[in-house]
């Protein structure tokens, strides 16, 4: 058994050859976890401000949208939402912004400007959801413009997910608008299908009557 000057020089020899790398680590694991405080409460204020400034877009939107348009409010709109895409451009609100800001233009008929909102939503990492919701309005946005050929093959093969019913009533409007009556009517019974888990659709009912009455 150690006598207690044994033990205080076991103890000294011990911490001259593990105390520096102790202390580095208790140090590190200290600095790890302000860090990722810090980083937690930078992130709860950047949604913060986020969430602020969406909300201030959207009021002007309300705002400016209408018979009576109100310009300064639409121009404000656009600035917040300009800045929601360069300061907070990983945000799910800046990719709200830009989809609000291009139903603005579709509104005014800039459909290219709504096509460049779109695409920047699409450019910036979505979720799946918010991937497949944007990818059919660019869809729809190409048909408007005369190129139904362009809209198809964008939503061809689309991993549309729960999603499902309503890309394939896309696709039944722009093959019917082609006059490719077949193929419109598979693509609505496709939707109609998909839509059994999600929901009758009393419209879709409708397009497909309409096409056996056209038949007759």
Known sequence: MRTEEEQIQAFKQWWKENGKSLILG???AVAIVVGWRGWQERQAIEAENASVLYQNMVDA?????????DQDQLATAKHLAGQLK???????????AALVQARVAVESKDYDTALAEIDWVLGNQPTQEMMVIATMRKARLLAEKGDRDAALSLIAGLN?????????EL????????????????????AQAAAQQSGSRPLL??????LAVGDK
Do not use: H, M
Not at 61 to 69: A, C, D, R, T
Not at 86 to 96: G, Q, V
């Open 26 to 28: 208790v140090g590190l």
């Open 205 to 210: 009912n409708i397009k497909l009557d309409d």
């Open 61 to 69: 939107v309300e705002s400016g949208i209408g018979p009576l348009q």
């Open 86 to 96: 360069d300061d907070y451009s990983d945000s799910t609100y800046a990719k709200f």
């Open 160 to 168: 549309a997910g729960n999603f499902k019913a309503s890309v394939e």
């Open 171 to 190: 696709k039944g409007d722009l093959l019917l608008a082609k006059g490719d009556k077949d193929a419109a009517r598979a693509a609505y019974e496709a």
